[in-house]
């Protein structure tokens, strides 16, 4: 399932003010001593580290696979285990050093077992969304010419095996509803004896292959290397290091994605985190309060729509009242904290999007302060980051630890470090594109620095339009004041070609129950409150408001939950020119 439709489903499950912690699994197992083992060597890789940490603590819990409504615990022991044992059956199968091989399925614990086998095998890790499109599935795999493919939980998943070459090894992850493959997890390990090592790689080999999913044309697959892994999560683990009670996450964001693939399964293995993960999408609300993690990560929607939620059990005029008195203030924020399970995280990070300023102060008037960073998976995730006392809501943080930024031509964010991809698979000219003159990354993004080194993102380089008059908008912040609105779920500024721009958007669920009438008497309040602040030509003349919401299946957004501008211009281009001339008219819906 991609990344938009799991923080479509998550969010709307992963709120009930619920009275508290009625779960055992984040306290049941016993706290890592984590060994102040977070200094290991810089220069350990992931599978390096896996084999150190089974090695020194085999018995201490690592992964929490629910099951049934059980939980199974895998530890570090365990995990190193089957991880060598499959690299050996892999070996056994012919499949040559060197090739890639593919992992899809929902977040599971033989999802990290996998790709550590991968790790270990010399294999090249390709991740695969649980839900993307056929054309996407066939590219990759085409593409990377992947040998191996492990199949895991999914939905769709007679559309994603129709998709398969039918040259490639397919291995059946061990869980209810995975059809039979012509191999099983369990069956090839009972057969191996573990891989005594990890098959000789240098660092600049490529470790994985991450597929970026674009907002237009067939994905490129952005070259890690083991170097690039080691630099990075070396730099994370400093910067935000283990404490002593230990770290607990909730693994729910694609593990084909970057940033859970960086920040959650190779982190982990640093910092002797444990890690959880769900059975399903419906019980994540549950699930957050059972292991009450010491990190949680999100997305803006996800965050937004936990907002939505409360807000829908606590209005906000009551919220506000609440809140003004002292005593019953820090009452009700504590309540809030527990009711979603994070009254013991101390890092809540949004990432993939900004998460707009009026939504960072609202959580940080409840005491929950949200860290943004910024990073693309072509520099692995790691440029800039706010941390506990160093936070300035609205920017995405200072430069991490030897990352070097600089503000270039137009406005332009670049980055350079040891962690940036050397290029895209199979693809030079894409690759010499991605650099400047100088070597540094071309981010496409623009920003600007301020004077104590916080980096704040104000658009896109192509996202930029020239409307009709002839001048230049830059939706991004635009958007960002818009989203004040509780009823706006997503949007999109449009404006190229026209004479004034407009925002077509689409509704969060509990506002498309409202009446019409009041929606549209609060969005364009909202219209006249934001082109207060702008310019003339970049004032908004039109809401046009979507007949339904935004997901990866209507193609509306891409698999890392961005808005595909091009798909939302294209598909309501006709209902925007029908009604451009009628100046009256301030909200149009889409029939």
Wanted: hydrophobic share 40%; aromatic share 8%.
């Amino acid at each position: 399932m991609a990344l938009g439709t799991i923080c479509e489903r998550a969010a709307r499950c992963l709120v009930t003010m619920a009275s508290g912690f009625s779960g055992e699994p984040g306290e049941a197992a016993a706290e890592d001593d984590n060994d102040t083992e977070d200094t290991m060597s810089d220069s350990l890789n992931p599978v390096q580290m896996l084999l150190h940490r089974a090695q020194t603590t085999p018995q201490a819990p690592y992964l929490h696979q629910p099951r049934n409504g059980a939980w199974k615990s895998y530890t570090w022991g365990e995990v190193a285990d089957q991880a060598r044992r499959m690299a050996a059956a892999l070996q056994s199968l012919g499949v040559p050093a060197g090739s890639a091989v593919a992992i899809t399925g929902i977040n599971t614990a033989h999802w990290f077992m996998a790709d550590f086998a991968a790790g270990i095998g010399g294999y090249i890790g390709v991740g695969l969304y649980p839900k993307q499109s056929e054309d996407a599935v066939r590219f990759i795999l085409q593409h990377s010419e992947a040998k191996v493919v492990f199949v895991g939980p999914m939905p769709d998943m007679d559309s994603f095996l129709s998709c398969l070459p039918a040259d490639v090894i397919r291995i059946a992850l061990p869980y209810p509803g995975v059809p039979a493959c012509p191999y099983s997890w369990d069956a090839l390990i009972a057969k191996q004896t573990p891989l005594a090592e990890p098959a000789p790689r240098q660092p600049d080999e490529p470790w994985s292959l991450i597929y970026t999913s674009g907002t237009t044309g067939n994905p490129k697959g952005v070259i890690v290397t083991g170097r690039n892994l080691t630099f990075t999560i070396a730099g994370a683990v400093k910067a935000m290091p283990a404490r002593p009670e230990g770290e607990h996450f909730l693994s729910y964001l694609p593990l084909a994605h970057a940033f859970e693939r960086g920040a959650v399964e190779c982190v982990s293995v640093y910092l002797g985190a444990q890690v959880w993960f769900l059975e399903n999408l419906d019980k994540l609300g549950d699930t957050l309060k059972q292991v009450r993690p010491t990190r949680f990560y999100g997305v803006p929607l996800v965050w937004t729509r936990i907002q939505g939620q409360i807000l829908k059990q606590l209005p906000q005029q009551k919220l506000d009242r609440l809140l003004r008195i002292p005593l019953l203030s820090a009452y009700v924020k504590r309540k809030i904290r527990k009711g979603l399970g994070l009254d013991r995280c101390w890092l809540r990070v949004s990432g993939a999007a900004p998460l707009p300023l009026p939504v960072l102060n609202w959580y940080g008037k409840l005491g929950i302060d949200i860290y943004q960073g910024y990073g693309m998976t072509e520099n692995s995730i790691y440029a800039t980051v706010n941390l506990p006392g160093a936070n300035r809501a609205g920017s995405v943080g200072r430069p991490q630890a030897d990352s070097l930024i600089r503000i270039g031509e137009g406005g332009e964010i670049q980055n350079k470090h040891p962690g940036v991809t050397p290029g895209y698979y199979k693809d030079p000219q894409k690759t010499a594109e991605l650099f400047t003159a100088d070597s540094w990354l071309h981010t496409g993004d623009v920003g600007r620095l301020d004077e104590d080194g916080y980096l704040y993102i104000t658009g896109r380089v192509k996202e930029i339009f020239k409307t009709l008059k002839g001048k230049y908008v830059t939706p991004a912040p635009i958007e960002g004041a818009f989203s004040g609105n509780h009823d706006v779920d997503q949007m999109c500024l449009v404006g190229a070609g026209l004479f004034q721009p407009v925002m077509v958007l689409a509704l969060t669920p509990e506002a498309r129950k409202k009446p019409p009438a009041e929606v549209e008497k609060e969005l364009v309040a909202t219209m006249e409150q934001v082109n207060a602040t702008l310019e003339a030509h970049e004032a908004i003349s039109k809401i046009y408001i979507s007949r339904d919401a935004w997901s990866i299946d209507n193609n509306l957004l891409t698999p890392t939950m961005k808005v595909r501008r091009n798909e939302v211009e294209k598909r309501f281009a006709a209902l925007i020119e029908a009604n451009e001339s009628k100046r009256e008219l301030k909200v149009v819906w889409e029939k």
